[in-house]
């Protein structure tokens, strides 16, 4: 007799906490082609939504504070965006004169705000009583090699009624939020270029407030001193913020609303070559779907293969490596040797240097890491992949999901499937429940059964489902292989 179980390695789908690069006609953003290899991102806040209504999106962040330095709460139906790494609302407004006609001026509303027509930008409209304002976007380029500066612009919305002028300051944070996006009022006060290093960036009076319509456009690496590639596969934080204007605090009247428009660049994008991969997060199956048998009390290799051009950043593999209990089942990588490169002749020997990355506990996860190349380098990658499967003496039989995630950028999935397998003699009871199986003279007999078994061919066509009683006096089968299904397990037997 033959007991198995059933694991499944699908993927992983991790959240990101930025809006992503794609065409989103809710929000305002375009991906065009510029060429065969280069595409443009464009974010203008040009939304099809109509006035009034609230989207859902990551990667927008607004907060009003008080003179005093007390952040103003903002609820949903007036466009609530106060999580960094979460979802917003932002509606979809009109200019601000209909604005405040609508909505009033005392308490604040974010969203985005009309400029001239359909034109839109992403701001808010604080509140008559609240001068300090800050506002923040958020973008992955992950998967994008950088082929010209990040863009954007600072544009005056409306003057305001207050009849002063605010003055702003920049603070820009590449792979970093320098821990901005809870309460930041004393940050963003004390914040000046003394904080910069090399990832964060602090510019005193980048734009003043004007009148309506007054733009000013940024050119993001030429105001940090930085090259474009610089910018590949990172994640790029912008906040803006002001004091507001010297203009006394009055009711019914506000300062000056400013805002984010036209985030745009151009850029290029790793291609996978085997598998061929056409969307992201696509999926394919590990030797077409069929499971490959583990024996119990040995650890399995699968190897997989990967070939890739233009990667400009990190190359990640992940597996969640404990998904089921601790002394059940496990799948790993190797902590050395687990990546090798063609050595050109074909064969897969020479060593990756990657980071590895195991995490403890029921659902952890490992990665490795293989490290970005030199900024403005791009590398191809013909790699061969092992993953362990560990098969302990325990063995949970209900079906389970693993998870392997493989991202150059452009992320997809492969799901690997793994049947664990004890070859046994006589009588075998499962760890689940006691139920022993007999098979003797061409006939099948089971013992313990306290759910009806279904018998299957190994092709996976049922043959008959016996009720306990019946299959404890025995059914007749002929001479091979079948599979068993019943309290909860799947157990393989051979009639001889």
Known sequence: MIITGVVLAALLNTANAQFAIENNSKLGAKVENVSETTKRFLLDFGSDANAGESIQVKGLYARAYTETGESVSVDLSRGKCESLNGFGNPLILNDVPAIATAYGTERPIVGLIGIDGTDRAFGMLPGSANKNVELAVVFSLRGCNMESDVTFDLVTADAGTSGGTNNYKLLVGIDTSNGLGVNDYEALEKASSADNTDKWFVIDNIYTSGAKGDRKTIDLTKLIG?????????????????????????????????????????????????????????????????????????TKEFKFRVKSQNRGGTLIFRCNADKLPAQSIRWNF???????????????????????????GSGSQVTMTVPEPEAGQLVDDDLEVTLLFNAPKRVVARPGVDKVEIDNGIRYFMT?????????????????????????????????????????????????????????????????????????????????
């Open 226 to 298: 930085k090259n474009v590639t610089d910018l590949s596969y990172k994640t790029v934080y912008l906040f803006l913020y002001t004091t507001g204007s010297s203009a006394a605090v009055e009711e019914g009247k506000y300062d000056p609303v400013v805002c984010f428009d036209n985030l745009s660049f151009t850029y290029g994008q790793p291609t996978w070559l085997s598998p061929e991969i056409t969307a992201v997060d696509q999926n394919v199956n590990y030797n077409d779907s069929v499971p490959v048998e583990v024996q119990i009390n040995t």
């Open 334 to 360: 190797p902590e050395t040797g687990a990546i090798k490169a063609n050595d050109g002749n074909g064969n897969y020997t020479v060593d990756v240097a990657y980071n590895y990355s195991p995490s403890e």
């Open 416 to 496: 690997v499937l793994a049947k664990t397998v004890e070859t046994v003699t006589g009588i075998q009871e499962t760890e689940r429940q006691q139920s022993s199986v007999y098979t003797e003279n061409g006939v099948l007999k089971v013992e313990g059964a306290v759910t009806p078994v279904e018998i299957y061919s190994l092709s996976g066509i049922k043959i008959m489902t016996v009720s306990p009683e019946t299959i404890l006096e025995g059914v007749t089968l002929e001479q091979g292989f079948y599979l068993l299904m019943f309290n909860g397990t799947a157990s393989k037997v051979v009639m001889p």
